[in-house]
């Protein structure tokens, strides 16, 4: 055995590089599986060391063993000779003795320790071993997946090849199926363009007929404002004319009275005279209220389009015929006098004022002089199919106004009609405003009681019927409110009512 104290021996140190050579083949072994195959496992041997530290190893334990029996084997001595020497060696040998009771436990440490590192080298060789197998598996295993990656790269360039093969066919046929979309699009566009061009001498064509047509339309305008300047000339023509028509007859009456005064002087004047002079006298404002018709009661044209709404009634009655003529008492300056001669019915007026019976006769019209009751009275009876009244029975004193109605009922046929149309009080505006904007008017009178006096004097089938409205421009804004809606009924509701009864 060798002494412990043997400096070639360092057990620390054999125990150390045991260590490190584990920890290496641990690092190796996780490097070779992290990184790549091949060149991992160049560097893993490497690291791993060759056979000769493993010899190394062995000759380093053969040492060990040498020295592992501490406390048995004298020490050499060499620095002795002699007597020295002899005397040395038993005292080395009790000591030796002596200290095999100390150091006992050391050899079997030393002994167990060896057997340790012993199976250790072995256990690592047999790892470096299995390594060595399971590296050259690996190799192997990487050899035939580079080769079979290698084929597979090749396939897949191959087929890389087809497919770009493949993908300029069809870029190909995509460049010729774009070349005959453009042309397509080029004919499209070829078309498109003679359709609107096709559509632009349309459009041309038809703004120039609409064109045509504003102008027509404006000529027509042009005429149409050109007929009312002539409307409006004639009105003021007929205006000119009612003057002088007026001054012919004032120079008339003074023509009589001068006459009848030359006649009589000095004699004084008798009755016959006096009355004929006191005729003429009520003649005097003909003229006058001719003018405040024509400023307060509206155009001529709007009085017949008012009146017009009576023609369904005259056409139901069956009036209007040769036999059963229709008279318009107070037929003023002859509006429904004109639209029953534009329908083709037969009818005539009367009334006091000369100067609108001139104008009547000046239209064509067949109107009389006449006080209304008393040319009713002159008429045989029976012998008339309508009598009708515009504005005239609130002229009358509540007497006379009886008596027409008597008259009216006579001259009837059976089945005649009566119509007679006056100011409606129930319009509050009408009955304490507008009535008396006429100073002729005696008193409103109320639809109620027209109705009971047309009854009562015998006319059958009595009827009243509302008229002439305000716009609606007038009304107040409701909004759901009540009162509103009342006011504008009070206020703004129909201007005239009509009484219509028959002959039994």
Known sequence: MLDVKNPEINVDDLMERIREEARRRREWNARREQNSMEADWAHGVEEAGSPVDSET???????????????LNLPPMTRLQGLKRKLAIPIVRLILRLAQLVTRDQRAFNAASLDMFRAMHEGLKALA??????????????????????????????????????????????????????????????????????????RLAALGKEHAAQLAALREEHTARLAEVADLLQAEQARIDRLRTSLLLQERRLSLLLEEARRRLPEPFDKPQLEMLSGEL???????????????????????????????????????????????????????????????????????NRTMVAQCHALGLEAIEADSLAYLRSLPDASLGAVTGHHIIEHLPFPVLLKLLDETVRVLRP?????????????????????????????????????????ARGLVRVEIRMLHPYGPHMYLPEDSSPIARKLNDYLYGPQDFAVIGYRA
């Open 57 to 71: 190893i062995d000759q380093a334990l053969t040492i060990a063993q040498q020295f592992s029996a501490v406390g």
């Open 282 to 352: 009520e003649h005097l404002h003909d003229p006058m209220y001719v003018a405040f018709e024509d400023q307060f009661r509206g155009t001529r044209e709007d009085i017949k389009d008012r009146m017009r709404e009576y023609l369904p009634l005259i056409r139901e009655a069956g009036v209007g015929m040769e036999d059963r003529p229709i008279l318009d008492i107070g037929c003023g300056r002859g509006e429904w006098l004109e639209v029953l001669k534009e329908e083709g019915l037969h009818a005539r007026g009367a009334d006091l």
């Open 129 to 202: 071993a299995r390594l060595e197998e399971v590296a050259a598996q690996a190799q192997r295993f990487a050899v035939a997946r580079i080769a079979t990656l290698r084929e597979e790269h090749a396939a897949r360039l191959t087929a890389l090849g087809e497919e770009h093969a493949a993908l300029r066919e069809e870029h190909v046929a995509l460049r010729e199926e774009h070349a005959a979309q453009l042309a397509a699009l080029r004919e499209e566009h070829t078309g498109q363009l003679a359709a609107l061009r096709e559509e632009h001498t349309a």
């Open 415 to 455: 089945g005649g009609l009566a119509i007679f149309e006056t100011p409606n009080p129930q319009n509050l505006l009408v009955g304490a405003c507008n009535f008396y904007v006429d100073p002729t008017h005696r008193n409103p009178l109320h639809p109620d009681t027209m109705r009971f006096l047309a009854e």
